[in-house]
């Protein structure tokens, strides 16, 4: 049996009586910091199969929008190569504008998702968000110059631009801290399935000769309409919290609840907190999430020109695919590599980013000084520079671990998807220049560097802030200072950041 007092005699209660409890929790401040915890008492067994459960419905779903979304990201890529920059007319940077207006798009849209996000439901806005922009998808396969071609793609930019950081806030509201790095890494790793997956769907759509539409069109089609089914059964598969937990029975639902309040985690709360707004604002911490936000992106460009090296060295556009997807098997393995780095020193995932951060600046390094006679050595270094998703996954699960409240963990959040969409919008226009794109990869390089210096700076400051609070408390200093269970990380004194 497990660490909590006796459970109470009737342990298959009906719901209405775990709710009444957990009501009781999100008003009574002293149960609010915590404690319910102590007012539950489960088997280790009984705990694994509720997190099983979460696992077999919470979690394939976030997989399956996250595939989705990237696959609609690097479809440009591959559509690049198989006629679309002739069919639109584009010319000098245009192709450069039609990644980076994406993420204007997805930056205008930060702003008022950021209210959106803690005022609704947060797993019905998601659906309905994937469900919008499926269509929209399916919409880029119809312009036939930049301008239509362009405003589509903000459009798109911008429906998209809840779902990453509602990701963060949902493994955050459904899963414990060390939980967290293995959750964040499976949704994380769908973005080298999907550069696999991408590759080998525009191959065989590009083989198919009896096709009335151009090969790109038909991956927009195809890449929208599986995004609008699946944003469909997300809106109604995805509970909006415990209560809805419909694959959860009473009893795993109480046991939920208590496992969340365990690790001071109040869950997901429809209201929007002007303090907690002020309080992002001034901590330091959300500047450093919105620094990583932008550095990581900075350097996300050889994603999308990775296609156009490798062509550019000579090879057709069969080949062209064939060669870059394992770039996506590369990206998987260092994805679990970074897990397994979090598993093994959980006390020092920014030291895990520092060490994951070698292998991209060294691919960079490589295609600044390798010329591009040397064939597959220029394509090796366009996969090690494509490293970016291993390192997305410890930022991400940090930034899911180290911020409590409902309105600051959706701004911190916010603001990690925003220095994205910045870096993602300034990247590609230093990659403009064919066939060696130099200005873009010393760029890279500069980044990279910048980016471990940030990291350092932030492992820092959470390090200084746990060793003040141990100190205050061995001082006999307030615990906590919450008056409800909707507060945040600064607030509530016996919180502990994870570096």
């Not at 009444?20 to 009574?28: E, F, I, R, V, Y």
């Not at 038909?218 to 309409?225: E, S």
Request: hydrophobic share 45%.
């Amino acid at each position: 049996m497990i660490f909590y007092p006796p459970p109470s005699s009737d342990r298959d209660m009906d719901a209405s009586k775990v709710f009444d409890k957990k009501d009781q929790a999100l008003s009574d401040p002293q149960v609010a910091d915590g404690s319910y915890a102590e007012t539950c008492s489960y088997t280790p067994e009984e705990e694994r199969r509720v997190v099983r459960k979460l696992d077999l419905v919470i979690l394939p779903m976030m997989c399956c929008v996250f595939f989705l979304q990237y696959l609609d990201k690097q479809s440009l890529s591959y559509a690049s190569i198989f006629g679309l920059i002739p069919d639109l007319k584009l010319e000098g940077k245009q192709y450069s504008w039609t990644s980076s207006i994406f993420y204007f798009g997805q930056l205008v849209s930060e702003y008022p998702f950021i209210y959106l996000m803690s005022r609704l439901p947060l797993a019905k806005f998601v659906g309905a968000t994937v469900v919008v922009w499926g269509g929209i998808c399916m919409c880029l396969a119809a312009p036939h110059n930049f301008a239509g071609f362009a405003t589509v793609r903000f459009i798109l930019g911008f429906a998209e631009g809840a779902v990453s950081p509602a990701f963060v806030t949902i493994t955050s509201i459904w899963y414990r801290k060390s939980e967290h790095p293995m959750r964040v890494g499976i949704w994380v790793t769908m973005n080298g399935l999907a550069q696999v997956v991408g590759s080998l769907l525009m191959y065989g759509i590009g083989k198919n000769g009896s096709l009335s539409l151009q090969p790109w069109r038909v991956l927009f089609l195809i890449c929208g309409a599986m995004t609008t089914f699946c944003g469909a059964v997300f809106f109604f598969i995805i509970p909006n919290g415990v209560s809805d937990a419909w694959f959860l029975s009473p009893r795993e639902k109480e046991i939920l609840v208590a496992r969340m309040a365990a690790d001071r985690e109040g869950g997901d709360r429809s209201n929007f907190s002007v303090n907690q707004f002020k309080e992002g604002l001034i901590d330091i911490k959300s500047w450093f999430v919105f620094a990583f936000g932008l550095l990581v992106t900075l350097n996300s460009s050889p994603l999308t020109f990775a296609s156009l090296v490798i062509k550019n060295i000579g090879y057709n556009k069969f080949d062209t695919l064939l060669y870059g997807s394992p770039s996506g098997a590369l990206q998987i393995l260092f994805i679990w590599i970074s897990v397994l780095g979090c598993f093994l020193f959980p006390k020092n995932r920014c030291a895990v980013v520092m060490v994951l951060i070698i292998p991209p600046l060294v691919g960079n390094i490589l295609l600044l000084k390798l010329p591009l006679a040397a064939g597959w050595g220029v394509i090796v270094a366009s996969w090690l520079a494509s490293l970016i998703s291993d390192i997305m996954t410890v930022i991400l699960s940090l930034s899911a671990s180290n911020v409590k409240g409902n309105t600051k963990r959706a701004m911190v959040n916010t603001f990690f998807f925003i220095g994205y969409c910045v870096g993602c919008i300034a990247g590609p226009q230093a990659w403009t220049k064919a066939p060696r794109y130099l200005a873009g990869v010393i760029l890279d390089i500069v980044v990279w560097c910048l980016l471990f210096l940030a990291i350092a700076g932030y492992w820092y400051v959470c390090a200084r802030d746990n060793a003040r609070r141990d100190c205050e408390q061995v001082g006999g200093g307030t615990v906590t200072g919450s008056e409800g269970i909707d507060v945040t990380d600064k607030e509530d004194q016996s919180f502990r950041y994870s570096y």
